[in-house]
Structure formats: C-alpha cells, structure tokens
C-alpha cells in the first residue's frame, strides 16, 4: 500500500501541473469546487477576481478521489489543507508560504528518490550528477545517496 503522504503529494502535484494555477490559487481550493464526475473545477483567480472553469484529466481526478478517501476530505475541505506530524489532514487552509515550502520539499524528495534510483540501477555518479544537475558527484554522494537494504542485497 501506498502511504498517505505520497497519495497527497501526488494528487496536490498533478491537479497543480494540470490547472497550473497559482499559489495563492490552490490554497483557496475547495473540493466543493472539484466536480470530479465532470472532470471540472471551479477557481477563483485571484488577480482577475473571477472564477474560472479547468479540465481535469483522468489521472488527476482519480489521484483527487484516493487523495479525499485517504483523509476523510469533506466538501468543505480544502484541497492542499494542513498536515500535522502525524500525518492527519485538517480543513485549516494553509498560507502561500507554507505551500511554496512544501512544494520545496517535495521537490527535494523527488530529487533525491531519482538520484537513489539511477545509483541502484548501475549509473555512474558522474552520470548521475550530470543528470540531476550538479556539477560534480560529490554533493550526490554527501546529500543524496545512503546506503540502503536495497544497494546492501545486490552486492551480496
């Protein structure tokens, strides 16, 4: 089973890729608003003051609906919301500031699950470095790469 966080990691990514809006945006969100039978949502965009109807694709809608099963999300919920250190999703609706920083550290996260993948797989680390875009493996190696059951098995 996948676990919670990356159920909300994925649905919040993908319905942000795919209605690209803004931060100020999506923190708004409510799923009132997400008419997951018609593969719609209805935005407020802020900068225009006016609302504003998206298409959702296929995969973001089913990403939504695990994302509202997962947490228990009620109508009034709002999309992103707050997580707490236990992993519990609240209706509170979060600052600009505080989903830019997650989106960084999702980012990071992603980054770094990349990185450990091409290594388990044989890359090299300057190919690695390279393809993530550091200048040298060094910093892969310091803030990227740990040893895992993973790496251990293959080699034994």
Known sequence: MVDK??????????????????????????????DLKNRTVNVYLKKKKERST???????????KEHINTYDLELESYLVGKVDKYNDCTTIQVSDVAYRR?????????LKTRVSAMHEAGASPA??????????????SKH????????????F
Request: glycine content about 2%; hydrophobic content about 40%; aromatic content about 6%.
């Open 5 to 34: 966080p990356y159920i909300r990691v994925k649905a919040i990514a993908l319905f942000n890729l795919i209605t690209a809006c803004r931060t100020s945006e999506m923190v708004v969100i409510q799923v009132k608003r997400i």
């Open 54 to 64: 998206n298409r959702l694709t296929l995969e973001v809608v089913n990403a939504i």
């Open 102 to 110: 997650s989106i960084h550290k999702w980012l990071h996260t992603i």
């Open 127 to 140: 190919t690695n470095a390279k393809q993530s875009g550091h200048k040298n493996f060094e910093t892969i």
């Open 144 to 155: 990227y790469l740990s040893v895992n059951d993973k790496t251990i098995e293959k080699h």
